[in-house]
């Protein structure tokens, strides 16, 4: 009988320490694989990064299929737990969304609460989160985006939020773009691991960790760092 832990029970438990859970995110075979050459334990994609490179933008933007497939081909290049940033689930019913997700060997998931620009009812949300759960069980590690800070920056609705799709089932909620000296009161309001957005260029990781974040992700950013670093290498022409 093999009692080994699974991917996505070990990428659960990467969540609660001892050391702080750091994501640099991928965008494809390459970006994955250097990362995790690195010795970063797991690895999270960017839906942004992803569907620029299969040449559609942010948004919803890029047909599941194409999603899907650019996951499951990060996910063979390498041998660490995949994540997957997953928009808002592209319209897909919850079942339909968590066997395709299971199918392409992602262990976890990063679903957003906004859609064309706008918050989601937050019991909307929960409700898909709670029925995403369901059909994945224990398969998938389910980190909940809380977009109230790309909209009204509403601290107490960001709680709130927050606290609704932990009991919905979510792992981990990820008040994204929330501003530095309001996570020690997310952390201790929300409860549970907290993921917060670093870039290159600030906020750090250390300064994220330190206000109590528990899990760092990088989002687009290094996918626009590295594009801007070629561009800076191009020649110029006359």
């Known amino acids: 009988m093999n009692n080994a832990p699974t991917k996505a029970e070990l990428f659960r438990a990467l969540h609660h320490g001892p050391d702080p859970l750091i994501l640099p995110n991928a965008w494809d075979p390459v970006s994955a694989r250097t990362i995790a050459e690195a010795g970063y334990p797991a690895i999270a994609t960017s839906s942004g990064a992803v569907a620029r490179v299969l040449g559609y933008d942010d948004g919803q933007l890029t047909p599941p299929a194409e999603m899907f497939e650019a996951v499951a081909r990060i996910v063979r290049a390498v041998g660490v737990p995949v994540t997957a940033d997953m928009e808002a689930g592209y319209g897909l019913a919850p079942k339909e969304f968590a066997e395709r997700l299971l199918e392409t060997g992602a262990v976890g998931c990063n679903l957003e609460d906004s859609v064309g620009g706008a918050l989601v009812d937050p019991a909307q949300q929960s409700e898909y989160l709670n029925a995403v759960r369901a059909a994945a069980g224990a398969d998938l590690v ?97």
């Open 142 to 238: 389910i980190n909940a985006r809380v977009d109230n800070f790309l909209h009204s920056g509403d601290v107490t609705d960001a709680i709130t939020r927050g606290r609704a799709y932990r009991r919905a089932g979510a792992d981990c909620i990820y008040p994204i773009m929330a501003p530095v000296d309001t996570l020690p009161h997310l952390a201790t309001e929300i409860g549970g691991p907290l993921n917060a957005h670093a870039t290159p260029t600030g906020p750090t990781a250390a300064a994220l960790l330190a206000a109590g974040a528990t899990r760092i992700s990088y989002g687009t950013s290094l996918h626009n760092h590295t594009t801007n670093a070629l561009r800076a290498l191009l020649p110029t022409l006359s």
